[in-house]
């Protein structure tokens, strides 16, 4: 299977949708505010990855929430593997 690899800079309150077979979320340091992806907290510098077996992917909303500490910033990364194909049905 060929995949493409994508990333994307969050800096507010959001929804991201998947439809992916791997998602990691990256908070850098610990002078940015805390975030929680669908209620989880990221610590700084952690990464949450969920991937999907071989085959399956992952159709999920995820939900990136924001706290708020003066001095800090919002900061989180995104970083997704996509098929460059995805059959018709996977998401139907």
Known sequence: ???TTTSQYV???TNIESYCISIAF???T???NAVY???I???AGQTL???QNEGDYDTTKYNIVFGSQV???NELYVIKIIPKTVPEHQFS
Do not use: C, W
Request: charged content about 15%; glycine content about 8%; aromatic content about 4%.
């Open 37 to 39: 992806v669908n209620d």
């Open 71 to 73: 001095g800090s910033t």
């Open 1 to 3: 299977m060929q995949t």
């Open 11 to 13: 800096g507010k309150n």
């Open 30 to 32: 610990t002078l940015t």
């Open 49 to 51: 990855t969920i991937a």
């Open 26 to 28: 990256f908070r850098p």
């Open 41 to 43: 907290p990221i610590e």
